[in-house]
């Protein structure tokens, strides 16, 4: 087989929603196991859809995802430019080569003489009509008028579109790695535009001729391009190139956590979670959306969670580097239903990695929240916390969110626990207690636990009265970590010293 080339192929028309870094992910992992290259092409040929500052943000998105591409706009590469207003220059030879094959022709229409067509297509009993082979002989264009009025209304300037000649009854096939053959009838197909009055392309057009002229050997997309597929073999063909029409792959569609439709940005804002890699502002609006990366993600987490909605490995393997999804992707394993959206799952994937990490890692990052709360903490401390809190965070923030008391302590206490666990006779088990753990020299977890086990045993009293008031006292809280585990990292002192501002603030018992 020839070289593996592969293009993610956006249009900077707002943020990316995560099924298109699913795309450029899979795009990503099929060069990658092919030894092949990967190209990121901003298609941005419909200008009046173009947003400020979509392109940086499909970069920094990608990015940050660790997708890396071999070419395009920022890397450069030998078959740019990567931007196809850039190569605006390029496409117009070829639309009109179509023309001149007889596979496309000029169309002067106005959009009051499209409207009227529909209407008269609509009165005649044509639900939803088009601009085809029936109707194209009714209207403003080159097959239907004289050549000498056609070369007029050119040189007068006037504006004109070019759209291709869709055969009559054709069936046009392709074999998607996904979904086998798929078949249309070119009955079923319109006369699309592919060349603008405005001098510039349609994404059918310039998707083709950069395909071919940037030596494509697969597209990999999403199922929304499955319809266009069909025109863009037929534009293979007519432009002499059906020898290098490229393998098509269409992935399914990420869906509602309920299944039932796809993905939005709505359902996010509905249910409380971010559809986009990183957040993003509306330049018009002002309006901010959630990100993966803002909302505490890890992004390998993120990209793992992504790689299993519509992949599937074979095996009951969840976690997956990306060097490991290099080694295992293949396209024949990805469905043809849509994948549902987890929530849950995403979360879960997250504190997989969070407990991945090593509590030196987590410090270095819980400082940084340390530091915006202006908390001081060694670091030697900080990896202590780390490795306490570590199986019951989601993210690195739950750490200081559910942990401040590390560092902090506790200025109120949980009231609904000091009702029911504060009794009358706690106060006299918290001093005497106090005194033992004062005898302590060596302040370890076990130690203290050991202390505290005696204590209750000589007493004759159970864990569940006196471990909740000396957990409330340490952490204002409770539940957490193993409390002995708490005490010793805070240490005696500091464990003394909370358990007597307890006995001096509570005052509830019954
Ligand atoms: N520009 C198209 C998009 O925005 C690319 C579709 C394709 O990959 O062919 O998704």
Same mark, same amino acid.
Not at 206 to 229: F, T
Not at 254 to 274: M, W
């Given at each position: 087989?020839?070289?593996?080339?592969? !293009?993610?192929?956006?249009?900077?028309?707002?943020?990316?929603?995560?099924?298109?870094?699913?795309?450029?992910?899979?795009?990503?992992?099929?060069?990658?196991?092919?030894?092949? /290259?990967?190209?990121? !092409?901003?298609?941005?040929?419909?200008?009046?859809?173009?947003?400020?500052?979509?392109?940086?943000?499909?970069?920094?998105?990608?990015?940050?995802?660790?997708?890396?591409?071999?070419?395009?706009?920022?890397?450069? +590469?030998?078959?740019?430019?990567?931007?196809?207003?850039?190569?605006?220059?390029?496409?117009?030879?070829?639309?009109?080569?179509?023309? %001149?094959?007889?596979?496309?022709?000029?169309?002067?229409?106005?959009?009051?003489?499209?409207?009227?067509?529909?209407? /008269?297509?609509?009165?005649?009993?044509?639900?939803?009509?088009?601009?085809?082979?029936?109707?194209?002989?009714?209207?403003?264009?080159?097959?239907?008028?004289?050549?000498?009025?056609?070369?007029?209304?050119?040189?007068?300037?006037?504006?004109?579109?070019?759209?291709?000649?869709?055969?009559?009854?054709?069936?046009?096939?392709?074999?998607?790695?996904?979904?086998?053959?798929?078949?249309?009838?070119?009955?079923?197909?319109?006369?699309?535009?592919?060349?603008?009055?405005?001098?510039?392309?349609?994404?059918?057009?310039?998707?083709?001729?950069?395909?071919?002229?940037?030596?494509?050997?697969?597209?990999? /997309?999403?199922?929304?391009?499955?319809?266009?597929?069909?025109?863009?073999?037929?534009?293979?063909?007519?432009?002499?190139?059906?020898?290098?029409?490229?393998?098509?792959?269409?992935?399914?569609?990420?869906?509602?956590?309920?299944?039932?439709?796809?993905?939005?940005?709505?359902?996010?804002?509905?249910?409380?979670?971010?559809?986009?890699?990183?957040?993003?502002?509306?330049?018009?609006?002002?309006?901010?959306?959630?990100?993966?990366?803002?909302?505490?993600?890890?992004?390998?987490?993120?990209?793992?969670?992504?790689?299993?909605?519509?992949?599937?490995?074979?095996?009951? %393997?969840?976690?997956?580097?990306?060097?490991?999804?290099?080694?295992?992707?293949?396209?024949?394993?990805?469905?043809?239903? +849509?994948?549902?959206?987890?929530?849950?799952?995403?979360?879960?994937?997250?504190?997989?990695?969070?407990?991945?990490?090593?509590?030196?890692?987590?410090?270095?990052?819980?400082?940084?929240?340390?530091?915006?709360?202006?908390?001081?903490?060694?670091?030697?401390?900080?990896?202590?916390?780390?490795?306490?809190?570590?199986? /019951?965070?989601?993210?690195?923030?739950?750490?200081?969110?559910?942990?401040?008391?590390?560092?902090?302590?506790?200025?109120?206490?949980?009231?609904?626990?000091?009702?029911?666990?504060?009794?009358?006779?706690?106060?006299?088990?918290?001093?005497?207690?106090?005194?033992?753990?004062?005898?302590?020299?060596?302040?370890?977890?076990?130690?203290?636990?050991?202390?505290?086990?005696?204590?209750?045993?000589?007493?004759?009293?159970?864990? +569940?009265?006196?471990?909740?008031?000396?957990?409330?006292?340490?952490?204002?809280?409770?539940?957490?970590?193993?409390?002995?585990?708490?005490?010793?990292?805070?240490?005696?002192?500091?464990?003394?010293?909370?358990?007597?501002?307890?006995?001096?603030?509570?005052?509830?018992?019954?």
């Amino acid at each position: 087989m020839s070289e593996v080339r592969v !293009r993610f192929a956006p249009s900077p028309t707002g943020p990316l929603h995560i099924g298109g870094v699913r795309t450029a992910l899979y795009n990503y992992l099929f060069a990658k196991s092919k030894g092949g /290259r990967i190209i990121l !092409r901003i298609e941005d040929t419909d200008q009046a859809r173009f947003v400020e500052g979509a392109e940086e943000y499909i970069i920094d998105s990608l990015k940050w995802s660790g997708i890396e591409f071999d070419e395009s706009v920022v890397h450069g +590469g030998d078959y740019g430019p990567y931007k196809q207003s850039e190569r605006k220059a390029m496409y117009l030879p070829y639309a009109e080569q179509l023309v %001149k094959d007889g596979f496309a022709y000029y169309a002067f229409d106005t959009s009051e003489e499209l409207s009227a067509m529909r209407e /008269r297509m609509k009165t005649a009993g044509v639900p939803s009509p088009q601009y085809n082979a029936f109707t194209r002989t009714t209207m403003q264009n080159s097959l239907a008028l004289s050549e000498d009025e056609v070369s007029k209304r050119i040189d007068s300037g006037e504006p004109y579109v070019i759209r291709i000649k869709m055969p009559r009854n054709e069936e046009v096939k392709l074999n998607d790695i996904i979904r086998g053959w798929v078949s249309v009838n070119t009955n079923n197909m319109d006369d699309k535009v592919i060349f603008k009055s405005d001098g510039m392309p349609t994404y059918h057009l310039a998707n083709v001729v950069d395909d071919y002229s940037m030596k494509i050997s697969h597209v990999i /997309r999403g199922e929304e391009w499955l319809p266009s597929a069909p025109l863009h073999v037929l534009l293979y063909r007519y432009l002499g190139w059906e020898d290098s029409t490229p393998e098509f792959a269409h992935l399914p569609l990420i869906l509602k956590p309920d299944g039932h439709g796809k993905l939005s940005k709505r359902d996010g804002d509905r249910l409380g979670f971010p559809v986009f890699p990183i957040e993003w502002k509306n330049p018009q609006t002002g309006e901010i959306s959630l990100g993966y990366r803002e909302s505490g993600y890890i992004s390998s987490a993120f990209i793992n969670m992504l790689s299993l909605l519509g992949w599937n490995p074979g095996t009951e %393997k969840e976690i997956f580097s990306m060097d490991e999804l290099i080694q295992s992707f293949t396209l024949e394993r990805v469905g043809k239903a +849509g994948a549902k959206f987890d929530f849950d799952k995403t979360k879960w994937f997250n504190q997989q990695y969070l407990r991945a990490k090593t509590k030196e890692e987590l410090a270095a990052e819980l400082q940084l929240i340390l530091k915006e709360h202006r908390v001081e903490a060694n670091d030697s401390f900080v990896a202590a916390v780390c490795e306490q809190l570590k199986e /019951r965070a989601t993210f690195i923030k739950d750490m200081w969110d559910e942990g401040k008391y590390y560092f902090i302590a506790p200025t109120s206490y949980d009231a609904k626990i000091i009702r029911k666990k504060w009794k009358y006779d706690t106060p006299k088990y918290m001093s005497e207690l106090m005194s033992r753990i004062e005898g302590i020299s060596d302040f370890t977890s076990q130690n203290i636990e050991e202390v505290f086990r005696l204590y209750l045993k000589e007493n004759e009293i159970g864990m +569940g009265s006196l471990l909740p008031p000396f957990r409330i006292s340490l952490t204002g809280l409770a539940v957490g970590p193993s409390l002995f585990d708490i005490a010793s990292l805070l240490g005696k002192e500091e464990t003394i010293k909370r358990m007597k501002t307890a006995l001096n603030s509570i005052q509830q018992w019954d």
